[in-house]
């Protein structure tokens, strides 16, 4: 693969790392603000990172000994995609199945990222005779940078969310976001494993 290539799917995974939390970390943020019911928001929360912690004892595994790490994660991502949208119908029935549903992919979606990184930043030191962990922990490097400015925005739309009460403005601006990293996550990608 060349390094032009392994740059590109090294950005693009970051990339989508970057969209789905940039709109993930403000509704999480706020949950308990954004819904009429504060203890729905809290309970989605809740059951989201508890099937998250379940997952992470047995799913990674039985699925990657199955499945490729980069569709693992275009599945993982999709369960994110139903959360964010039950926000849209913030009843019991629409962001419980969804919360939990993203809880027990996130453990899967993780595991899946280090493993794709790892191989790219090792098959890239290979290629070109270097040393694999400087090479493994630059790929980390640059796949955190983006990770991590996700939560400043994040954090930064929750502020202007929360300084703003007019809840027709709210749904206007997490539509905004939403079909933002839709457009991003799903834009037709062809490349190399």
Same mark, same amino acid.
């Given at each position: ?128 005779? /270097? ?14 940078? /983006? ?5 400043? /925005? ?40």
């Amino acid at each position: 693969m060349s390094t032009i290539t392994t740059y590109k799917n090294l950005l693009i995974i970051s990339l989508g790392f970057f969209l789905i939390h940039a709109a993930f970390f403000p509704i999480q943020n706020i949950q308990a603000s954004l819904h009429k019911d504060p203890a729905l928001g809290f309970g989605s929360l809740t059951a989201l990172y508890a099937s998250a912690i379940i997952s992470s004892c047995f799913l990674p595994n039985l699925l990657m000994a199955k499945f490729k790490p980069k569709i693992l994660m275009i599945i993982s991502m999709s369960t994110f995609s139903l959360y964010v949208f039950a926000n849209f119908m913030p009843v019991m029935g629409t962001i419980m199945p969804a919360a939990i549903l993203f809880g027990l992919s996130t453990a899967v979606m993780w595991t899946c990222h280090s493993s794709y990184v790892t191989t790219i930043a090792t098959n890239h030191a290979n290629s070109l005779n /270097l040393p694999k962990d400087p090479v493994v922990s630059k790929f980390f490097s640059i796949f955190y940078v /983006l990770f991590q400015v996700s939560q400043i /925005l994040g954090n930064g739309v929750s502020s202007a969310v929360l300084m703003n009460v007019n809840k027709d403005k709210v749904k206007v601006l997490f539509t905004k976001v939403i079909l933002g990293t839709w457009k991003y996550i799903w834009k037709p990608y062809s490349g190399s494993e």
